[in-house]
């Protein structure tokens, strides 16, 4: 008898451990998804130790989908519905969700079946209101500067306040993941004891982490903008498999592009710097670094998006040492050189108005 019911628990157990998530579309939806799983222990490893997340093709069939709740430990699963949305999940073996999805484009859904998931569909709902209004705005083309201040202030409202009111509560580490910056730091620092047991809190306090990091790069990166910091030197190999040097360029502007054929927003930026290199032309050498690509992967990007400029390749063995150089913590980075070897300045990110910080350089002005 004993050993009936020690094998029902333990037949029940496993049961559990392969729960699923349920996720009903409006009538008549249809199409194929992507479901990209992976273990939140495995998510806060650094990039190269991580083991890539496990992506599966579903589609909705008798107006739903569904797929299986990681087994293995906490998780995280994105059901993306579009290239931009995506229902975000965090769940533990045996967890069963459902998930309804009101409207698909813009994306509107509630969560069931979890405290944690329950909270944190309606904390994502009342924040999406916000962000509708500001990309919105965005579109425009030209949009107010103090309205989308104000909306990011609306939106980190949402959450401060939340984790504030419910520091106990599943969905306080959720909330608090939606911050950043110093108010990120200052309301870590509120959490009670027992935010350790969540199963976001690895997430927390890996953004915790980065955060302290990106702090003390902007400090670094100020400083190197001041005008008076030599840019520090490197020697890279070409396409030919020459070596470059930063210094063989002294007496030009020189643009250092740290960019890499995975990253759109660089690629997205080659028209806006062909233009400029050909404005320039005598005064200004741009030298594009790549960063994280295979080397026949880098040489198949330059030629294909036709790169008239100076192309080095950054080995990620030896890599790490010129990122921290020159504070690169996000791709693109666009570092403007003087004739005299001095960082002028430093952007992170396609921004338009880097050309505009260019041509005053260049000019005088």
């Known amino acids: 008898m004993k050993k009936i019911i020690l094998s029902s628990l333990a037949l029940a157990a496993s049961i559990g451990a392969y729960a699923d998530v349920t996720v009903i579309f409006p009538e008549g939806a249809s199409g194929e998804y992507e479901v990209e799983s992976q273990l939140i222990s495995e998510s806060v490893k650094p990039r190269k130790d991580r083991k890539a997340p496990q992506v599966t093709g579903v589609s909705v069939k008798d107006g739903k989908v569904v797929f299986p709740v990681l087994s293995e430990g906490p998780g995280q699963s994105v059901l993306y519905t579009s290239e931009r949305e995506g229902i975000a999940l965090f769940t533990e073996p045996g967890d069963d969700l459902t998930v309804e999805v009101s409207s698909v484009e813009p994306l509107e859904y509630t969560v ?152 759109p927003w660089c690629i997205k930026g080659f028209p806006a710097l062909k233009e400029a290199y050909a404005q320039y032309q005598g005064k200004l050498e741009i030298i594009g670094i790549d960063c994280r690509d295979k080397e026949d992967v880098w040489k198949a990007a330059v030629k294909r998006y036709e790169l008239p400029w100076v192309q080095v390749y950054n080995p990620e063995a030896t890599a790490e040492s010129l990122y921290q150089a020159y504070v690169v913590n996000g791709f693109p980075t666009k570092v403007i050189v003087s004739p005299e070897g001095k960082i002028a300045n430093i952007t992170v990110g396609e921004d338009p108005t880097f050309f505009n910080k260019l041509d005053s350089l260049i000019s005088g002005k």
């Not at 990166?221 to 470059?244: C, R, Y």
């Open 112 to 263: 069931k079946g979890t405290p944690l998931m329950e909270t944190v569909s309606l904390l994502d709902a009342k924040g999406n209101e916000i962000k509708k209004e500001y990309f919105t705005l965005v579109r425009s083309g030209n949009p107010d500067q103090s309205k989308l201040a104000e909306l990011e202030n609306r939106y980190d409202v949402i959450f401060a306040d939340y984790v504030k009111g419910h520091s106990n509560d599943p969905a306080a580490l959720y909330a608090l993941l939606q911050l950043d910056g110093e108010g990120y730091l200052e309301m870590f620092k509120t959490l009670p004891e027992s935010a350790a047991n969540s199963i976001l809190y690895p997430l927390a306090e890996n953004k915790k982490n980065r955060v302290e990091k990106n702090l003390e790069a902007e400090k670094r990166m100020e400083a190197l903008q001041s005008g008076n910091v030599d840019a520090p030197g490197f020697t890279l190999k070409n396409m030919e498999g020459k070596d470059v040097s930063l210094s063989d360029f002294r007496g030009k502007w020189v643009i250092l592009d740290f960019w890499g054929s995975w990253c």
